[in-house]
């Protein structure tokens, strides 16, 4: 089974999973948690895994990146380090989760997002998947895949009892050749906010 295939079945089988499991990674990935919205709660600490891919479970509403190291020593490799950094996000605070514009704010939605830099951004080849969750109901999971970056949002539309809406999703990511991790996953979950479908049908906040 090829990598990528892998990758694609590592996919499906982690947006499955109802809950998230304990941090773990292996020692070559350079993880970097920061809090992007106010209420998040801290990462677990990184521990040793014996498996081939390194699996990070990401505090809910926090960024993370990911670092990659081509082989050998000197400037010219420090040069070609590759950092990927996504989240729920983006550049935008209400993404994590929010009224989607192209429901007619009808569904709640978050963004999951990541950009890779560096010189080997462009052969680095990214995989994002989400989907939302209330609590009692799991919408439709939405894929995103490009090279040096992909952005994908699942949504799910709102009912009239009040809901704590969440997007969970599954990040992978396959470096260039002689890359060191030459994979690396991630799993993670967008803050919650509650939502509530008013007389119009429109998604807002009780």
């Not at 990674?25 to 993880?31: E, K, N, Q």
């Amino acid at each position: 089974m090829t990598i990528r295939m892998q990758l694609e079945a590592k996919v499906k089988t982690l947006l499955r999973m109802t809950c998230f499991s304990t941090a773990v990674a292996i020692s070559a990935v350079s993880f970097s948690p920061s809090p992007v919205f106010a209420g998040t709660g801290s990462p677990a600490a990184p521990v040793a895994a014996a498996e081939s891919f390194q699996d990070l479970a990401v505090a809910d509403g926090e960024d993370f990146t990911f670092t990659a190291r081509p082989a050998g020593v000197g400037a010219q490799a420090a040069a070609a380090v590759i950092n990927c950094r996504g989240s729920f996000k983006g550049n935008k605070a209400y993404d994590a989760p929010h009224p989607g514009a192209s429901s007619k704010k009808r569904k709640i939605n978050a963004h999951l997002s990541i950009t890779c830099t560096g010189a080997g951004a462009g052969a680095t080849h990214v995989t994002v998947s989400s989907r939302m969750v209330d609590g009692r109901r799991a919408g439709k999971a939405s894929t995103g895949k490009g090279f040096g970056k992909a952005r994908t949002g699942g949504d799910l539309a709102c009912v009239t009892s009040k809901r704590a809406y969440q997007a969970k999703g599954v990040v992978l990511i396959k470096f260039p050749p002689r890359y060191n991790p030459p994979t690396a996953t991630a799993k993670l979950a967008s803050v919650a906010k509650t939502f509530k479908r008013n007389g119009k049908g429109i998604c807002v906040k009780p």
